[in-house]
């Protein structure tokens, strides 16, 4: 069981501190948009790369950002009794979740995300537009590192879980 919480552990740690740092994310978002209306409207200068560079902002954000919000159970659940139960019940329902809705769904992320980004990345695919941003792969790559920060944060959640269940029926 030590050996189980020192990894459910370490995966907590990693989600919490790459939470953290992706919050200043927020902050650049606000400043770049704010840059690009303010050149747009005072100065009628247009920057496809700038309007491209807020879409990498914004999804680096919140697909990367996945695995923290888990971990601080800040995402959106459907709560009649998940709130108000007790750690038995929430064991339950975080054990089948992890199992029977969030594993299969981080599966097939991995198996359709691999090779999707994998040949974005063969041809080093680029913007259509000329000016914009000449990496789509590396944001194609957003979507694996969604899938590494639910990975890990849903095996911590599952093996909390199962901590709980054991020391419950023991």
């Known amino acids: 069981m030590e050996v189980?919480?020192?990894?459910?552990?370490?995966?907590?740690?990693?989600?919490?501190?790459?939470?953290?740092?992706?919050?200043?994310?927020?902050?650049?978002?606000?400043?770049?948009?704010?840059?690009?209306?303010?050149?747009?409207?005072?100065?009628?200068?247009?920057?496809?790369?700038?309007?491209?560079?807020?879409?990498?902002?914004?999804?680096?954000?919140?697909?990367?950002?996945?695995?923290?919000?888990?971990?601080?159970?800040?995402?959106?659940?459907?709560?009649?009794?998940?709130?108000?139960?007790?750690?038995?019940?929430?064991?339950?329902?975080?054990f089948l979740g992890c199992l029977l809705l969030l594993m299969p769904v981080v599966i097939l992320t991995w198996g359709t995300g691999l090779p999707y980004v994998s040949f974005s990345w063969a041809i080093y695919e680029g913007s259509s537009e000329i000016s914009g941003i000449q990496a789509i792969f590396i944001l194609k790559t957003f979507i694996l590192l969604f899938a590494f920060v639910l990975t890990l944060q849903c095996i911590s959640l599952f093996i909390r879980s199962y901590i709980t269940l054991r020391e419950e029926t023991s």
């Open 4 to 94: 189980l919480e020192a990894i459910a552990s370490k995966f907590d740690r990693f989600n919490r501190i790459f939470g953290k740092l992706l919050r200043w994310l927020t902050l650049i978002l606000v400043l770049a948009q704010f840059s690009l209306v303010i050149l747009t409207s005072v100065f009628h200068i247009g920057s496809t790369w700038g309007q491209e560079s807020l879409l990498y902002i914004n999804s680096l954000m919140f697909l990367g950002a996945a695995g923290y919000v888990l971990l601080v159970d800040d995402h959106v659940r459907v709560d009649i009794f998940y709130s108000e139960a007790s750690d038995l019940f929430k064991a339950r329902v975080n």
